[in-house]
Every structure is written in structure tokens, then in C-alpha cells.
């Protein structure tokens, strides 16, 4: 009889945890909020709200208690009732100063992100440069006047500029495949700092939403969908730099708003050459709501920018009074580029946990770059001027299928994400050529036309038992690689083709609301540039990555998150195109190992202190040792600041990065020096107007942004040198700037 008792006790457990309870989050303004968490106290089960605000809660009864929390926003507690049980909630939530207290501890893969949001709303991102920047452990450096995508340093790779990390700004692909530069070339100076509202990221290759050069992780970027208040700022400073930025609302409704942005960025820089740098961006977004619990949004912008540069100049020319640090052995490199975009993202909610989100994109790119890094190693008459273009038009789309709280019985509760989607890159004229002042081409080395298709499938399925979330997921790539040799005596059209299965499997285990431990394992790819594949006959086309990390979560106390991870990462061989002299590289297997550690404290309500610290040893497998170092791979590298923010009228910050002395040739006989930069700003409000002070380079360091081992010659040398050449970093830079919210 007992056993019966027993069955039927927990049988009636069973059935009373299978409850749901159901509810909307609005704010003060009945505005449905998205993406608010809501965590049970008494059973630690956890879920978010939907676009429409809506949620379901599993395993809840009457006197549970509910955690409400979104950041920005004042948490909530309540304890339920029999009437809350029985009959859904409306929960408000209203507006306070960001707080650490604001974020909790979730079981989910890049649960980091959302206590490095903080960041991010606590010290909003200044300029497109600070961008990256915000990402743990992520570092850039600049090495063409501004106008060039940034240098990318992350888990001990020399990304170039975007080779092995995936970038996205509201589901548009920012990576460039087969660019004229670079693979994966990134440039993001095509988003306006102040309209970004979020940054979402991952390290490694465990996410199988995420693509092509997801291998050291990724980076998404998540857009303003509408603006509380129009918003208008002038700054001006050192070097001749001025900038003009605007958001205002043009429409807004209970079921539509609409929004322009646009920006006007000039400066010579500090160079003796000035840089006669010029960006201009313009950006419209409208959101709309449409019956039936659907969002439709378009965006659509457009940049250009325009600059000169004193390039990459070499260690000896200073050391012999040749030049100083600011001078130029060419000063006519440079460049151009423009991107328009046109971007449609829609959400349909069918019930509280199934939803479609479907975006589709268009982009229209063209660029222009002069070059000149080994400067008469080549021509001793002419130089070695090279110039690198290609215009191109990306267009892509993605659906993707989401239910969640799946009930599998033995308290097991299941969610799974369907997604497909392309993506095609129409790539003509696609040059490099040597030439002279900009102006006269010599001779072609390359020129071609690029076609290259990538249609993928995705399915991400996730079970939730007792503390445990298991995370299996896995997706399929196919491309379609073709390239028009224009350079060719005959007709010469090559295609080929590749498809990649990539499985991933992440477990979380929450110890308590306060702890978890996870560990993350999958596999990566990123592509090799068309003229690559079609060279080698299809061969090593799309190099695996192989990643795991084993790390947790901690939030000792409301006010402090601690992070750490040991983490590493396997290449199989790969073939590099390099887009400065259209040759081929082979690279061998590498394998990276690191720790990652990080630190945010909210001091006091006013206080906000972080600090990333990273280590990685990076090494080529088949190289004998002494001879395997991976050049330009950071060892140690870390970010902090320490930010004050609600202290009555005054804000600001101080933020440091550093990057230690590394290799930069395999067999370290070159060292790239590291560097410790401080930058500062200070706000002062009152009434609707903001009076803001930048610096960087607080204390006036001599550092090097970016560094190459290159073997060059001058025009008067007889014999080339292989030394290190660099971009000087920013000097003591100060600007104002006058902010009006209205």
C-alpha cells in the first residue's frame, strides 16, 4: 500500500509542478517588453518574455516566488498567489539607472554577454573604433588613416581583419568573403555608435546560429528598434577633428515609429601628411506592428568615407632621423568606400512560445585601397604602389522556427530552434594592380569576377532537467565557389564546390542561482577566399575549427560577476590567399590553448568597476619548436575601467587596454612591443544639455597600433631589411563635445 502511496505522492508532485503560468511584462508606458527574465526561486526554473511581452513559466504553483529582471529596468519580486495561478499577470516594470543587480545568472550558452551589457549601457560606445573593443579579451588596431576595416586580435589568432571571428549587425553580414584585401574583410564603419543598444558575443565554435569565420567566436550587434527622445551632439578637437551626429524620431504611434540617424566625421589625424579624412553615414529604421502579433522592421543606410594615409612605416627610417614617428615614406596610400544597405527583419509570435523570425538583407559595396608596404623592394624606379578594388553586391536571407517549453515528462523541459537561409556575393573586377600616385596602373597581378553562394541549415535543440541544460546542435553549409579569371588569354570560368557539417554539444550545470559551470565543445569553419579554392582544386577549402571551453559564472553577491573558462582551439590546414601580393600561402595545423577571467562590481549605485584578463599560447603543430610561433598572436591581453555614472550631474570613466610584447615572425627572432593606453571622459548634465570631455591616450604613451615583421626597401638602400613596421598609435587626443536631448 505504501508503494502506492508513494506513486501517487509523487504522481500529485508531478502534476502540481506541471502548472504553467502565463503573464505580460509592460513597462510604465503599457509598452510590452522583450527578452525580461523571469526566474522561480523555489524550483530555479527560468524563461523570457516574447516580443509581445508574453511568457510561460513551467513548474510554477501558488507561493512561488518570481524574480522579474531586465537591464535598465527596477527588479521585481512576487510571490503568487492562488489568483495569480488561475488567471494571467501583468507585470510593470519601471526605468532605473543601470545595475548589475539587474542581470542574472541563466542557463545559457552566452549567458556572459548579459553582464558585459552593463558595460555597454554604463559607458556607451564613443566611436566605431570602441565598437569591438567592448567584447571581453577582443583587441584592434588601426593601420590605414581610419578609413580601413580595423586589425583583429582575439584567443591568440591575428584575425586580420575579421578571418575567424563573425560579425553581424541585426542579422546583416558584415564579413566580406573573397574581398580584395582580405578574407572575411569586417568594416563596421558603417553603424553609427549611438544606435547601437546592444552586443551580443560568443568565444568559440559552439553556436549554431552562427556561420562562416565563427571559429575564435562571434560578435552581433544589436540596433536601437526606436528612440525615447531625438538626440543631437557636436564634437570637435585636436588634429583638426570635428563630428556631427543626430537621431531623430519621425513617426510614432502605438503600432509604428520610425527613426533617422546620420553622421559627419572629419580629421587630418596626427600625421605630419594630414589624413583629410571623411565619413558620412545616414540611417533610417521604421518598425511597424502588424495584427496578429507580428513586427515588421526596415533599416536602411548608407556610407562612405574617404581618407589618405601615411602607411605602415618602418623602425629604421626613425632610428636615422629619416622621418619621425608621425612621418611617411609614402604618404600617398589611401582610399575609398561606400555601403548601402537595406535590411528587413520580421517577427511573427504564434503563441507564447512559438515564434518565426525571418530576416532578409541587400547590400551594395564598393572599395578602393592604395597600399604600399615594401616601397622599392619590387620597382626601385616606381615603388611598389598597389591598388585594390572591387565592387559588390550581398544579398541573403534566413528563417528561423523557435518553440520552447516543451514538456518531455521526468521534469525534463525541451526548446529547439529550425533555421535555413543563403547567402550570395556578386563580386566584379576584383583587382590588384601595381600603380603609381594613385593614378597610373603599370600592371595587373590579378582581376577577376567572384561568385560565391552559401545556403545552410541550423537546428539548435536545448533539454533543461533538475540543474542540467543540454545543448546538442549541429549544421549543415553548402557553398558555391566560382571565379572568371579576366586576366586569362582564354575564357576561364572555374567553380567549385564544398559542404561542412558542424556538430556542437554545450552542457550548463546551474549549482545554485548564484553558480554555474558549463562546458562548451563544437566545431567551426571559416571559408578560404574563392581564388584560393579554385587554385587548389577544391582542396582544404573549408578548414575545421575545433574548440572546447570549461569555465562558470559566479555572482558571489547582487553587486559582483566573476567569470573564468579554460579554453582550446584545434585548425586543420589551410590554404591563405593574400590579397596584398595575389599569391597563395599554405598554413599548417594550429592549435591554441587559453584562459579567460573577468571581474564586474557594482561598488556603490554610482560605481561601476570590470577587468578582463586573457591568456593565450598559440603555436603552429608542424613546426619544430623554437621555429612554430604564430606571428602577431597575443599572449596576455586585458581591458578594465573604472566608471561613474548617476553621481548627480557627473559622469564618466576611466578605461584602460593593454597587449604585451608578442612574436612576430615564427621563430620570435622579430618582437611587436605591447602597449598600455589610458583613455578618460567626464559629462557634466544639466537640464537637456550633456558638456562631455574625451581623451585618449590620457598619459601621452608612444605606442605602436599595429605592427608587421615586413621585409621593405628604401630608395636609397641596396639591399632589403625584414623589421618590424608599424602604424604610430594615437597620441594625447582631447576633444569636447555638447549633447542635447530633446
Same mark, same amino acid.
Given at each position: ?45 527560468? @524563461? ?8 510561460? =513559466? ?37 526605468? #532605473? ?7 542574472? =545568472?541563466?542557463?545559457?550558452?552566452? #549567458? ?12 556607451? %560606445? ?65 553603424? =553609427? ?22 571559429? #575564435? ?317 579554385? #587554385? ?145 571622459? %567626464? ?26 615583421? @615586413? ?32
Amino acid at each position: 500500500m505504501k508503494y502506492f502511496l508513494t506513486a501517487g505522492l509523487v504522481l500529485l508532485t508531478g502534476i502540481i509542478y506541471a502548472q504553467q503560468i502565463s503573464g505580460k511584462i509592460i513597462d510604465s508606458n503599457n509598452t510590452p517588453l522583450e527578452d525580461v527574465s523571469i526566474y522561480n526561486k523555489n524550483t530555479e526554473t527560468h @524563461t523570457h518574455s516574447a516580443l509581445t511581452g508574453t511568457f510561460t =513559466i513551467n513548474k510554477t504553483q501558488e507561493n512561488d516566488t518570481l524574480y522579474i529582471s531586465r537591464l535598465g529596468y527596477t527588479p521585481k519580486t512576487i510571490r503568487l498567489s492562488q489568483t495569480d495561478v488561475n488567471v494571467p499577470l501583468t507585470i510593470t516594470l519601471n526605468e #532605473a539607472n543601470i545595475s548589475l543587480d539587474q542581470v542574472r =545568472i541563466v542557463a545559457e550558452v552566452d #549567458a556572459l554577454s548579459k553582464f558585459v551589457d552593463v558595460d555597454v549601457q554604463v559607458s556607451p %560606445v564613443k566611436t566605431s573604433q570602441e565598437i569591438l573593443r567592448k567584447v571581453p579579451g577582443l583587441i584592434i588596431g588601426q593601420h590605414a588613416g581610419g578609413g580601413k576595416a580595423e586589425q583583429i586580435f582575439l584567443r591568440g589568432f591575428d584575425i586580420d581583419h575579421g578571418t575567424d571571428v563573425n560579425l553581424t549587425v541585426d542579422g546583416l553580414p558584415v564579413n566580406m568573403v573573397s574581398h580584395a584585401h582580405g578574407q572575411g574583410y569586417s568594416d563596421l564603419h558603417f553603424v =553609427i555608435p549611438e544606435t547601437i543598444d546592444n552586443i551580443n558575443f560568443g568565444k568559440g565554435p559552439y553556436y549554431a546560429d552562427q556561420g562562416n569565420f565563427t571559429t #575564435a567566436g562571434y560578435v552581433s550587434l544589436g540596433l536601437r528598434e526606436r528612440l525615447n527622445n531625438n538626440y543631437i551632439s557636436l564634437e570637435a578637437g585636436q588634429f583638426n577633428t570635428n563630428r556631427l551626429m543626430g537621431m531623430f524620431n519621425v513617426l510614432k504611434t502605438d503600432k509604428s515609429s520610425a527613426y533617422i540617424a546620420s553622421e559627419l566625421s572629419l580629421t587630418d589625424g596626427p600625421f605630419d601628411s594630414p589624413q583629410n579624412f571623411s565619413r558620412i553615414n545616414v540611417m533610417g529604421r521604421y518598425n511597424y506592428k502588424i495584427a496578429g502579433d507580428q513586427e515588421l522592421s526596415l533599416t536602411l543606410s548608407h556610407f562612405q568615407s574617404k581618407w589618405d594615409a601615411s602607411g605602415q612605416i618602418p623602425q629604421r627610417a626613425i632610428d636615422d632621423g629619416s622621418i619621425d614617428r608621425f612621418g611617411a615614406i609614402d604618404d600617398t596610400e589611401g582610399g575609398e568606400t561606400s555601403r548601402t544597405n537595406l535590411l528587413i527583419n520580421h517577427t511573427k509570435v504564434i503563441d507564447n512560445d512559438k515564434s518565426f523570425k525571418t530576416s532578409a538583407y541587400v547590400s551594395q559595396y564598393n572599395f578602393e585601397l592604395f597600399s604600399n608596404f615594401t616601397f622599392y623592394l619590387d620597382d626601385p624606379v616606381n615603388g611598389d604602389q598597389i591598388r585594390q578594388f572591387e565592387n559588390r553586391l550581398t544579398t541573403g536571407a534566413n528563417t528561423v522556427y523557435e518553440h520552447r517549453n516543451i514538456e518531455l515528462g521526468n521534469n525534463t523541459m525541451f526548446k529547439y530552434q529550425a533555421g535555413v537561409g543563403f547567402r550570395y556575393d556578386n563580386v566584379d573586377d576584383v583587382e590588384l594592380s601595381h600603380t603609381v600616385n594613385r593614378k597610373t596602373i603599370l600592371d595587373y597581378k590579378a582581376l577577376g569576377d567572384v561568385d560565391e553562394v552559401n545556403t545552410y541549415a541550423f537546428l539548435n535543440t536545448e533539454f533543461k532537467t533538475g540543474k542540467w541544460t543540454f545543448n546538442p546542435s549541429a549544421r549543415l553549409d553548402y557553398f558555391k565557389f566560382q571565379y572568371q579569371d579576366k586576366l586569362s588569354e582564354t575564357y576561364s570560368d572555374i567553380a567549385e564546390t564544398k559542404m561542412r557539417i558542424s556538430p556542437k554539444l554545450n552542457t550548463i550545470y546551474s549549482v545554485n542561482k548564484d553558480v554555474q559551470l558549463f562546458l562548451k565543445a563544437g566545431m567551426g569553419f571559416h571559408s578560404n577566399d574563392t581564388r584560393v579554392v579554385v #587554385a587548389n582544386n577544391g582542396e582544404s577549402i573549408l578548414p575545421a575549427a575545433y574548440g572546447a571551453d570549461l569555465g562558470t559564472l559566479l555572482k558571489p553577491s547582487e553587486r559582483l560577476a566573476i567569470n573564468a573558462s579554460l579554453w582550446y582551439l584545434f585548425l586543420e590546414q589551410e590554404f591563405v590567399y593574400v590579397g596584398d601580393a595575389a599569391i597563395v600561402e599554405p598554413s599548417g595545423k594550429t592549435q591554441r590553448l587559453g584562459v579567460d577571467l573577468g571581474a564586474r562590481y557594482q561598488a556603490l549605485d554610482w560605481l561601476y568597476l570590470y577587468a578582463d584578463i586573457n591568456y593565450s599560447h598559440a603555436r603552429s603543430v608542424d613546426d619544430p619548436s623554437g621555429e612554430n610561433y604564430i606571428p602577431l598572436a597575443p599572449n596576455l591581453t586585458s581591458a578594465g575601467g573604472i566608471l561613474v555614472d548617476n553621481l548627480g550631474r557627473f559622469s564618466g570613466g576611466l578605461n584602460y587596454r593593454y597587449i604585451d610584447d608578442r612574436p612576430a615572425n615564427e621563430d620570435d627572432s622579430i618582437v611587436a612591443e605591447g602597449y598600455f593606453v589610458t583613455d578618460f571622459n %567626464v559629462n557634466y548634465s544639466w537640464k537637456n544639455w550633456t558638456y562631455s570631455i574625451i581623451i585618449e591616450n590620457l598619459f601621452n604613451t608612444e605606442w605602436n597600433e599595429t605592427q608587421f615583421a @615586413t621585409e621593405s626597401r628604401l630608395f636609397d638602400e641596396p639591399e632589403a631589411v625584414e623589421e618590424i613596421h608599424f602604424t604610430p598609435g594615437t597620441p594625447f587626443y582631447i576633444r569636447g563635445k555638447i549633447a542635447l536631448i530633446f
